[in-house]
C-alpha cells in the first residue's frame, strides 16, 4: 500500500508554503501577459498533496486554477465567494465527488482531506501560469472581516 510519505519522495515532493507538498511538473514555454500585466508563462502544472489534517491554508491567486484527483482520500476544497462553498475532489462520482474543478482567479481558498485521515494527491493548472508574486495567503484578521460569518472556518484554515 502506497503511503503519503512514499509518495512524497518518489515525486521529490517539497513543502508548500501554504501547506501540505508539492514539486511543479510544467511550465509552458510560451508567454503571455496577465491581467495584471506582467509578464507570464501560458500554464503551469504541479502535484500537490495534503495529508491526515493538513490543511491548504486559505490564500488566493490571479489566475484560475483547475484541480485534478489522483489518489488517496477525497480531497475538500473550500472557497469563499459570497459566503462559503465547497467542492470534493475523488473517485465516487454517484456520492457528488468529481475527478477535476476549478477554482475562479482572485478566489479565496484552501482545502483539506475530506475526514482528516490518510492522504490526497491531486494535481493543479494554473492559466496564465502560475507566479509566486501572484500568491496572496489570507491574513485572519483581514478576512474574518470580509467574511464575518464564516469566522470558525476561516480560524481553522489561516
Not at 500500500?1 to 501540505?20: C, F, K, N, S, V
Not at 509552458?28 to 491548504?56: F, K, M, P, Q, W
Not at 475527478?99 to 494535481?123: C, D, I, M, N
Request: charged share 20%; proline share 4%; glycine share 8%.
Amino acid at each position: 500500500m502506497t503511503t503519503a510519505q512514499d509518495l512524497i519522495e518518489q515525486l521529490h515532493l517539497q513543502p508548500h508554503p501554504e501547506g501540505g507538498y508539492y514539486r511543479e511538473t510544467y511550465r509552458a514555454s510560451l508567454h503571455t501577459t496577465a491581467e495584471s500585466g506582467a509578464r507570464r508563462n501560458v500554464s503551469t502544472a504541479i502535484y500537490y498533496l495534503l495529508e491526515n489534517n493538513d490543511r491548504s491554508h486559505f490564500h488566493r491567486i490571479q489566475s484560475d486554477e483547475l484541480w485534478f484527483f489522483h489518489q488517496g482520500q477525497p480531497l475538500e476544497v473550500l472557497l469563499l465567494e459570497d459566503g462559503l462553498t465547497t467542492f470534493t475532489l475523488g473517485h465516487e462520482v454517484g456520492r457528488g465527488e468529481m475527478p477535476q474543478a476549478v477554482v475562479p482567479a482572485h478566489t479565496w481558498f484552501g482545502a483539506r482531506v475530506k475526514g482528516g485521515v490518510g492522504f490526497s494527491l491531486v494535481s493543479c493548472t494554473v492559466a496564465p501560469g502560475f507566479d509566486f508574486d501572484d500568491f496572496e495567503l489570507a491574513d485572519r484578521t483581514r478576512l474574518i472581516q470580509e467574511f464575518p460569518d464564516q469566522a470558525a472556518i476561516i480560524e481553522q484554515f489561516t
